[in-house]
């Protein structure tokens, strides 16, 4: 009998401890547990940690809690603009409600990612290339929010989403660079035709305040020499200006400087016309006379003696007027003046 009660007694307790092996279960911190007891969903989620259930009657399925981490794949589509690009993202994920992931929907995994290559797509039509290249902030919200409304039913909380690339046409890269080179192009441009714009008007100013000091025209000359002669060892060839001439002859005589030409004077620098010219004043104790390349006479001629042979008899009447306008002629003889 004793031998009866001790095969019982070991009969249940194997059966016992397999019973506990076959009901234990372990969850871990990052997980729950979802029990399904003879196909419908049991009240309690089971927390981390030791639970048993009943087996062959419960099923237990574990949820991961973790954020999932996502790529959508790269999507092909026409922006707004009728531009073809080729767009991929990333999405952040996590289960908030394990029974409504597990009851809802078959696997939230796959759905999510179906619903962010979805959106995306819609995303690209409804942009234009510039807010895909520049705006993405925006557009990561918009489509973060088309992810996420069908997903709160799924037990999914979307926490972010990326658009990670923008892949374009070479011919659209093509036109990009060149639309860029002629925007730095005019860019450049402006800035140097504000910049003459300023230095015309600095010039305008300095021109003003040499016109009143005309020895500061020497100094900058000056200046400029020096400059030049630093850089090279050379010859330089620099025009001098009439006017610093003119004034420093003024500043030598000790007369006031003039007024400019064409203020009601006439230029004391230019010649009168010949035409307008007044004929010398002659005085009258000078004689003319008229002389030739034949020798003179041994004897000095006096006041009543002929003229030698040869020389012809003076006649004031016979001289030839002067043209000033007219060149000097090929005639040996020119008239003479002695005092």
Sequence with gaps: ??????????????????????AARVVKQYERGVVLRLGRLHDAVRPPGFTMIVPGVDRLRKVNMQIVTMPVPAQDGITRDNVTVRVDAVIYFKVVDPASAVIQVEDYRFAVSQMA???????????????????????????ELMIDSPAVGWGVQIDRVEIKDVSLPETMKRSMARQAEADRERRARVINADAELQASKKLAQAAQQMSTQPAALQLRLLQ??????????STLVLPFPVELLRFLERAQQGQEPRPPVGAGQPDPEQPEEPSTAKAPVMDPSVTEQTFTDRPLPDAPLTDGAAEPDGVPEFDPEALPELDPEEPPGRSRTRPFTRH
């Excluded at 959106?119 to 895909?132: A, M, N, Q, V």
Aim: hydrophobic letters at 55%.
């Design 1 to 22: 009998m004793v031998q009866v009660l001790l095969v019982v007694l070991v009969a249940v307790l194997a059966g016992g401890l397999l019973y506990g092996m076959a």
């Design 224 to 233: 400029t020499v020096v400059a030049v002669a630093a850089e090279k060892n």
């Design 117 to 143: 290559q979805t959106s995306l797509r819609s995303i690209i039509g409804k942009s234009d290339l510039d807010d895909l290249l520049s705006d993405r902030e925006k557009l990561n919200q918009g489509l």
